[in-house]
């Protein structure tokens, strides 16, 4: 099914491409926000201008995201609520800080920190595990976790379950690009979703323990077995740190969990 998503530059416009985005009914989204159809309506045809106050109810009914907010308020003739404020701004030292101290709290084992372009932000010295044999051009800032991960000149040849890892974070980013909206995202999805892959050659995996691991291959021939966690900052009201997540890798088995703390840690650029 196609569902339009034009997202025109009016806040009627926009208004009724989130709607479409999220499957709502002008019913059931008036209804969320406390408003009636009627006027629901006129806002999304340009008929009626929506008082700042229910853009907010309609932006949080919809799950927004504080970038799309900002741009909905604008288009309404309203100022942006929400800053937009870089990592290295003075006053995001605390939330600077605190990424710091669990990437770092969190080796021997792998994290990173990504931004909501999969572009990397900052990364703890265990992530170099992943780094051996990957194209210098790979890792050239801005470095895109995901094309870093399943380009083949990139991980891609020294996962051993590329197939099922693949789609897991094909599905991942097709979500985000659903719940966004985001046209780099969109773009980010096509050009990975072109890249080469062993699924086909591979046997379909049984799958008995409670998540898919990403298996991978040291430069040494070892397998080392991880399982991933996302963690986000908890009620932001900035832009740029409501788009932070932190990805940390666990060992998902003893050997893993051994050669990791045996392995030494370099700093990662």
């Known amino acids: 099914m196609t569902i ?5 530059t009016s806040v009627g416009g926009m208004l009724r491409g989130w709607r479409q985005r999220r499957r709502l009914s002008q019913l059931d989204l008036a209804l969320g926000a406390e408003i009636s159809t009627r006027h629901l309506s006129f806002v999304e045809t340009g008929r009626a201008r929506p008082s700042r106050e229910v853009i907010l109810r309609l932006a949080e009914e919809l799950a927004v995201p504080l970038r799309g907010r900002n741009a909905l308020l604008v288009a309404g003739g309203f100022a942006p609520l929400h800053p937009e404020r870089p990592l290295e701004a003075p006053d995001m030292t605390p939330a600077r800080d605190a990424v710091e101290r669990i990437l770092r709290a969190h080796e021997p084992y792998p994290a990173l920190a990504i931004d909501r372009h999969w572009t990397m932000v900052a990364a703890n010295r265990a992530v170099g595990v992943f780094l051996d044999g990957v194209a210098p051009a790979l890792l050239d800032p801005p470095v895109n ?11 891609a040849p020294r996962i051993d379950n590329l197939g099922e890892w693949r789609a897991h974070l094909l599905h991942r ?18 050009e990975l979703a072109a890249y080469p892959s062993r699924a086909s050659r591979e046997p379909a995996a049984i799958r008995t323990g409670i998540v898919v691991p990403l ?12 399982l991933s966690t996302t963690t986000v900052f908890g009620t932001p009201a900035d832009v740029t740190l409501e788009e932070i997540a932190l990805e940390s890798l666990f060992p998902a088995d003893d050997a893993t969990r051994r050669i990791l703390s045996a392995m030494p840690l ?4």
Request: aromatic content about 4%; hydrophobic content about 35%; proline content about 4%.
């Open 4 to 8: 339009e998503t034009d997202f025109n």
């Open 145 to 155: 976790a995901l094309r870093l991960t399943l380009h083949p000149d990139g991980l």
């Open 173 to 190: 980013l097709s979500c985000q690009v659903d719940q966004t909206a985001d046209p780099d995202l969109a773009d980010l999805l096509d």
């Open 215 to 226: 298996q991978v291959r040291t430069a040494g021939g070892e397998c080392l077995s991880f």
């Open 266 to 269: 370099g700093d990662v650029e």
